[in-house]
């Protein structure tokens, strides 16, 4: 009998440096095929990715988007992910869209900073008041539990709404400010300009890029990239697909060389020297879907 998961019921026992360990462990597995595809109608997008990894298992995640659907008081996304067993191809879960994007995204990010950031870090700028700018509090607060949380964001009176429903939150007024002040920045806007810039920058600093995820979409520029130890979570999902490294790579500002590591060698993600400036760029991808998906239904079914 298939397993059906919702999202409070699914949230229960799960726990943000499980889920990062989980991550690390599936990519010990064989690297994951991954693909992706779109039907539309209009402005409205059907978005299916799908990911098996020999050992762990299929997922595919199944995503419906209708940019007028808020017009109407209805969600933009609808969605489902369905999770295969390896050994059969059994259907062994049926999950909440949103129960699974949440954890991946953060979680994705967090494994990074959990490697680079400085284990000290005390102050944590989150840039963009948005649903995920509230699960990025969440999953920073589990590796960093004495840190200092700010946010910033480009309409003052969200990131205001924001600190209304988290305690001890602050809300930055001037972005160039709150950047150098920060031993950590966390980035998730919808920006196609970079917001953050180099020059702001200081040396120790770790910087989490989530938001960008179409080839026009940037979060921080030129500068920054060359001043940083960059890493990414999928060399496949994140090179040729966001503006945030194909804009600088096609315009020779990095070589592919820059680019240092992806979770498949997650043993290149340390930080070389107290003053480097780490960079990791969130890309996503099927296969941390997966397995985010996977490590939901162990602990559903503990």
Request: proline residues 3%.
């Amino acid at each position: 009998m298939t397993t059906i998961i919702n999202f409070a019921d699914g949230e229960k026992n799960l726990d943000w440096l499980g889920l990062t360990d989980a991550i690390a462990a599936g990519h010990q597995q064989p690297k994951a095929e991954i693909s992706d595809s779109f039907l539309y109608r209009g402005k409205d997008t059907l978005l299916q990715r799908q990911a098996w990894i020999d050992g762990l298992g299929i997922a595919v995640k199944s995503a419906t988007v209708f940019p007028d659907n808020p017009s109407r008081d209805v969600p933009m996304i609808h969605g489902a992910v369905t999770l295969f067993d390896d050994a059969h191809g059994i259907l062994a879960a049926l999950l909440d869209f949103h129960l699974v994007t949440k954890w991946k995204t953060a979680g994705d990010s967090l494994l990074a900073a959990r490697r680079l950031a400085r284990p000290d870090s005390s102050k944590i700028l989150i840039v963009g008041a948005g649903t995920v700018g509230r699960n990025l509090h969440a999953a920073y607060s589990a590796a960093f539990p004495n840190a200092q949380f700010t946010v910033w964001n480009r309409t003052q009176a969200n990131a205001e709404k924001m600190a209304t429903e988290i305690d001890g939150l602050t809300v930055a007024t001037d972005l160039e400010t709150a950047v150098g002040e920060a031993d950590i920045v966390t980035s998730a806007t919808m920006s196609t300009e970079p917001t953050l810039r180099g020059d702001w920058l200081q040396p120790g600093q770790h910087i989490d890029l989530i938001g960008a995820y179409r080839p026009d979409m940037r979060e921080i520029d030129d500068v920054a990239l060359q001043r940083a130890q960059i890493f990414v979570d999928s060399f496949d999902t994140t090179l040729d697909h966001i503006g945030e490294l194909k804009i600088p790579l096609a315009d020779g500002v990095i070589t592919r060389a820059d680019v240092l590591a992806d979770y498949y060698n997650l043993d290149a993600f340390q930080r070389y020297a107290n003053d480097d400036i780490t960079l990791f760029k969130n890309g996503g991808g099927a296969h941390l879907d997966l397995m985010t998906s996977s490590y939901i239904l162990d602990q559903f079914q503990k």
